[in-house]
Structures are given as structure tokens and as C-alpha cells.
Nanobody, 124 residues
Framework: QVQLVESGGGLVQPGGSLRLSCAAS????????IGWFRQAPGKEREFVAS????????GYADSVKGRFTISRDNANNTVNLQMNSLKPEDTALYYC?????????????????WGEGTLVTVSS
């Protein structure tokens, strides 16, 4: 069992940046494949980015590729999502999730543990 807590959300202007963190208690995050997902009001939860256990291979949704970067900070037992060039359409509740599966393609139904989410609002 691992408990996940997201932080770093907030209000930012279009073109701005935010850095989200996913912290874990109880287990070492490097043992898990981690995914970031988001859910905007009235929309389904969607995949944003992932980092695979072991190899550290990363994956991104087309909508965020080139703007978002997922990385591990093993010293602090966190997985971070650096979000640059934010757009109003990035506004959503952002969740991190973890799975024991050593997978490259991450989907919500494959994740074993979820955090409560952190809200990102991109607006002028």
C-alpha cells in the first residue's frame, strides 16, 4: 500500500509555469510506474504523463508533449511534473497514480493507487 499526495497546483496566467509534486508515504516511489492524469470539469479523466519503473522511460499525451516534463526525485521520494507554456485548456484537477506494473503504456484502469488531486487553473 502506498499513499500519494499531490501538491503544487494553483492559479497561473496563460504562458506561465507550475511544478506539481507527487509524494509518497509508506513505500519508495521508484518501485512503481507513476502516471499523472487530469480531469477537467465535465470531461473524463485523461492521461497526461508517465514514468516507468526500472527504465525510467517517460511518455506524454500529445496535448502536453514538449511543454510538460515528468521526472523522479528519488532523494525526496517524489515524482514531479514540470508544466510550462500553460494554456487555459490545461485547467483541471491533476492526479498522480501508481502501479506495480512495469508498463510503458499507462491507462487509468491499470493504476493501483491514486492521490486526491491538486487543482490547476490557467486563466488571465
Amino acid at each position: 500500500q502506498v499513499q500519494l499526495v499531490e501538491s503544487g497546483g494553483g492559479l497561473v496566467q496563460p504562458g506561465g509555469s507550475l511544478r506539481l509534486s507527487c509524494a509518497a508515504s509508506g513505500r519508495t516511489l521508484s518501485s512503481y510506474t507513476i502516471g499523472w492524469f487530469r480531469q477537467a470539469p465535465g470531461k473524463e479523466r485523461e492521461f497526461v504523463a508517465s514514468i516507468r519503473r526500472g527504465t525510467g522511460t517517460t511518455g506524454y499525451a500529445d496535448s502536453v508533449k514538449g511543454r510538460f516534463t515528468i521526472s523522479r526525485d528519488n532523494a525526496n521520494n517524489t515524482v514531479n511534473l514540470q508544466m510550462n507554456s500553460l494554456k487555459p485548456e490545461d485547467t483541471a484537477l491533476y492526479y498522480c497514480a501508481a502501479t506495480y506494473r512495469n508498463i510503458l503504456t499507462v491507462a487509468a484502469n491499470l493504476m493501483d493507487f491514486w492521490g486526491e488531486g491538486t487543482l490547476v487553473t490557467v486563466s488571465s
